[in-house]
């Protein structure tokens, strides 16, 4: 068990040392949300928030970290995928490494990513005018929420980006990450979309992780959004992590 753990955190170490250095990677995770979060507050803060007579900046915060962090798991599958077609994978299999070691320390580095480009935001937002009417103490429950969100997601990212067409698939995969960004309760109050689409737009995980989140920074109900982001992780890691863990090997193997 030790020697797994030390392992899988070598390979995080590794990836994280990469990733920065690797285009999509630096693109999707913090380049994309710094500018998404300062077109928005610019452009449809003062609109949105006459609407509806909120400060839309405590949406936008949350909404472009969730999204961020979805979208730079798309960044990092393309990277995986590359890892694959160069061969990197399979001269890792043969090697006497826990066969494991891989894919969790590839789950721990996007959980690091994750929390610094969650950082990054909400210092973003802070600037731009964000305040944390709890207090300052429930910044790491906002911090916390993505990580919790990320380890699911980021296995069916992994459970295609190791395959052939991953490329293609964790691509389209991204727009529609993209589109969930416009059909969120972050974008504007659940209660503005249509009546048919509303329950799809309250349950849709990127909801469950903004309402969390938007809790721990203006008050309102915690559990409930939390305990449905983290059912949405652990449902997700459930349903690709077999899938993950055979297209992994099968990849190496090949």
Known sequence: MKTLIDQSFVETGRL???WPREQEVLTSTLILPVLL??????????????STGVDAIYGFVPMIAVTGAMYGAMGTGLSLYAERESGLLRRFWVLPVHRSAGLIGRLIAECGRTLIATVIVVALGVALGLRFQQGWSDALGVLAVPVLLIPGFA?????????KA?????QLFSAVVLLGMFFNSGFVPVENYPGWLQPLVRIQPMSCAIEAMRGFIVGGPIATPLLQTIAWSAGLAAVFGALAVRGYRRAAES
């Open 166 to 170: 991953g490329n293609k698939v964790v």
């Open 16 to 18: 994280l040392r990469r």
């Open 37 to 50: 979060l300062l077109m928005y507050q610019l452009v449809l803060n003062k609109f949105l928030s006459a």
């Open 155 to 163: 296995t069916m990212v992994i459970s295609v980006g190791v395959t």
